[in-house]
């Protein structure tokens, strides 16, 4: 039986399972969901185990579960790979815009609703019946890699537990590849591999000049004012080509290649209809880039909040005694964070006039970006399978967004390779998530494609005695 | 007797008036201490009835009611003084922090303490103390001067109804010259006459992007975001020599006299003291001026509040849909509220960028600044009545604040000149005002000089043909 119809046949069954899981509310930030994350990472194990991998554990962390399983291939030179998930959600605020219960999974037609559907239970899940048929196809009782699968039940908190989980389990996590299962494709019709998210570094800036707010009839025009310091700072941002303008910002930033660019291009991107989804009259960003690369592959200096002095009703004519602001940092491959934060703080120090302080305060370390290099042997294999799987070409994505995927990939020293099939109007985090059953089988026929191909690869590479 | 005498043999008796009339809490902005400020002007009322004046009338307003009152000289070309001062009060919070009772006034030594006592009560009522006296030094029964005395009931509240009397009742009002007992002098030992206020206008600029707050993620760094907008908008409005940059600004300022700057400079002005004041480590503002004359005499743009998108506790990596600020704007002659208006906006909508659109909402019509010509004979005829009354030399001053006298000057056509003896430690508006008695009594004797001066003034003018 080939890999597609044994997929085709266990639809039900699959389905079933994952409703069965889809029911069981783990979501991670709500601490009085805690029960519920445990009760999940328990039935994931469970069904690990029913699948047949020979090693399943639960990793405890100082906040919520992880589930470990493993499932060595026969032959001991084949390739290992690690497929990360996690199997906690979103909180389902606000509940009312449910049209059903979020955590009683609904199908209809080729739909299944409910929280995590899509984010991320059910692509953690395409990878149980994508071994399975993978063996089955091949009549083998072991896959053809060793596969690891590491699923955490924190992602949707931050992660917090998961770079000391990577740097304490280094060894029993060690792989050749790390498949990633959690980002989208541009849209069904057109099947995509992300290739790259964006790290993140976020801040508040806090400026202080008087230390009382003053009358502006007394005071005004002969003392700083705090919020024009701001106003100064957050405004030399950017320069007029709506570059980021702190001195350094770009330094380590890796041009996009123009392979990639021009693969980028070829998606079939409605710039009006994107404008009509942001809900805005204009694109706006740096200049020589399009919409596309300037939300994938370039970094950003965002306002994400601010307030000084009165904002209640009416006038008050004060000079405000401080200004703040909160302002994140999208970041691409090679920044690092905390060079980042060095220079951020350099230039507003640098922006502000005498009698006016600051202070810079980062909400941590920040997150890298991170990306595939689709010139190597994995993403081409991962695009491949995918083609194979979805009978026609496969494009390059990126996402805006970040993840704590670049700790996967610079902690176990791994190419990270994301194999998704959630799409954007999936509703992740939002009222009414849903998932196309098709697509999640398309997900389990890719990986079994791609579980056969990166073996047969590695067998290729060591008889011409190249790692690949 | 001579006016001195007179005075301080009645200081018992103007004492126990004030206080009687101190006791009556006549806070405008608090509708439940409506029927006190109607107490207020009966008082008032009845004392300026005992005083002497031929007409007095109390004048409801479309608000909480005026005092009018007028008494004729003997001699129909004497000339006629208006004067202007209030009879409502600042409310009284934090009352906690009164030392005595607001509305029983108490006197410790020379300095009398209640709500009032300086602003305005204690400076409208030396001016029946001062007229008496100058009619018991000249053994007359009427002023050399037809004095009118217009005490309004509003002033705390924005005098919002003060306008519209001026207009309905010019011809009661009509006088050669304002005098307004509402302003303060340098310091106890260096008495001074405020010469000028400046104006004021305020705004709030409304700045909309996106019409939901965005994920900065999926769209950050590709659509405008407002608040980039506003900090560019109001990092703008200065130029780095700390001018308003707004075009045409300047166009109807008129630069203060080098006689008047000389004088200004004259008075004993103490930076780092007044720092402290201000509680900033660095005075800053316009180049090519003091501190004093920043305050004073040159028109400035101060931003008095700012907010946008996430203001709460940690990171939200949104793209705000929208931005605010509130603007205030001093003036000075001869800048017209509504021009500084129209230039707002034209600044505004020029430089916002495409994508984002604002609205500026004004307050209200504004408040023009007021100034004395110093070379007046009015202004001189003050002075010189202070410094006999005080047996110093009298400097001048500002106030970088506004109030509602330039309506006086504009709608009733007279010059006005500030006789004044309130001091910047009175407290005003605050916790435990209070006033020196003392200095009342020096107001007091200073208008009975000047009521005579003016009438001979008047008569000097007269036998030359000039009007004075
Ligand atoms: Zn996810
Ligand atoms: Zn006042």
Known sequence: MDVRT??????ETFVAELKEWLAIPSVSSDPEHGGDVHASAEWLARHLEDVGFATVE???????????AEWPAADPDAPTVLVYGHHDVQPVDPVEEWETDPFVPVEQGERLTGRGSSDDKGQVLFHTLGVRACMAASERQRPPVTLKLLVEGEEEAGSPNLTGLLEERRDRLACDVVVVSDTTMWDADTPSMCVGLRGMTDCQIDVYGPEVDLHSGTFGG????PARALAGVLAGMHDSDGRVAIPGFYDDVVEVSADERELLARLPFDEAEWLRTARSTAAAGEAGYGTLERVWVRPTAEINGMWSGHTGAGPRTIVPSSAHAKVSFRLVPDQEPARVQRRVRDYVESALPEGVRATVGFSGPGV???SSDITSPAVRAAREAMSRAFDTEVLFTREGGSG???????????PLVFVAVGLDDDRIHAPNEKVEVPLLLKGAESVA?????????SRAASMSNRLW
Chains 1, 2 share one sequence.
């Open 6 to 11: 044994y997929i085709e046949r266990h639809r």
């Open 58 to 68: 639960i990793w405890q962390t100082g906040g919520l579960p992880a589930v470990f």
């Open 222 to 225: 002969a003392v700083p004012n």
């Open 368 to 370: 890298r970006a991170c």
């Open 404 to 414: 704590p995927e670049a700790a996967l990939a610079g902690i176990l020293e791994a």
């Open 449 to 457: 494609y791609l579980w056969e191909d990166l073996a047969a690869r």
